[in-house]
């Protein structure tokens, strides 16, 4: 009998194996992206023999830190890379970006909250009017994204998996909720920064209001300014392995 974790890879591969019917408008990748959403839909902890984490203990003195996040491999092909991420009590996956591709997240245990945002077509001299408190180095500025915070929002394995393309929803963070968490997580193309796909970092910028009862005009347009910065200190991922069905394609 086929695993639900083999049936997921295969209609990845199939969703994703294609880069010229790839995109928002040809209909056999919608359908293909539909299907893949579905069966991602019915995935659970169980499926992928893991079960889900308590809240940690205290640690104990002298203990090797543990990563706040860690990352089971389960497979990955030119088209697509599929794992799960492991969060602990009050960890975050910082707010970053996914050039060019396209993903799905999963929740199998515990609680997530996603923020996403969305580039703007604006040009990133635009910010060069805009007063941020705390005010930025000259060299700075041109590190900044104009952007749009698109959705906050919680999800838990009875939620419908969140989907991110190039264009929308494509910087997020994730936040645990609650106590510890999991998710399985596909993207496509997988990262490659020889590619062009590395994984960039942001930070949250507000403008500088003038007065202390008025908004800016970005907060009241709902806009944002990202300024790339290097991967925060308190985030690294570990590796574990994955205990679940053996995928093969």
Not at 27 to 35: D, T
Not at 50 to 64: D, G, K, L, M
């Amino acid at each position: 009998m086929t695993s639900t974790v083999q049936k997921i890879a295969k209609q990845a591969l199939a969703t994703f194996r294609n880069p010229s019917v790839i995109g928002e408008h040809n209909k056999v990748f919608l359908e293909n992206q539909s299907k893949l959403k579905s069966l991602l839909a019915e995935v659970r902890a169980a499926d992928l023999k893991i079960a889900a984490r308590t809240p940690e203990s205290a640690p104990v003195p002298h203990q090797r830190i543990a990563p706040p996040v860690t990352y089971m491999h389960i497979c990955e092909t030119d088209s697509f890379s599929m794992g799960v991420f492991l969060l602990k009590t009050g960890a975050s996956i910082p707010l970053h970006d996914h050039p060019g591709m396209y993903g799905m997240l999963k929740v199998i245990y515990g609680k997530v909250r996603i923020s996403c945002f969305d580039r703007l077509d604006k040009p990133r001299d635009g910010a060069s009017g805009v007063q941020f408190n705390p005010p930025l180095m000259p060299f700075q500025r041109g590190s900044l994204r104009p952007s749009v915070l698109k959705s906050v929002g919680e999800f838990t394995e009875d939620s419908s998996p969140c989907v991110l393309s190039p264009q929308q929803d494509n910087i997020h963070q994730i936040d645990a909720v609650d106590g510890p968490t999991a998710f399985l997580d596909i993207l496509a193309p997988p990262y490659d920064p020889d590619e062009g796909r590395d994984c960039h970092y942001y930070k949250v910028l507000q403008a500088h209001s003038e007065a202390a009862d008025k908004k800016s005009e970005v907060q009241d347009q709902g806009d944002v300014w990202l300024m790339e910065i290097p991967q925060p200190s308190e985030f690294w991922c570990g590796g574990e392995p994955y205990p679940g069905p053996k995928v093969t394609l």
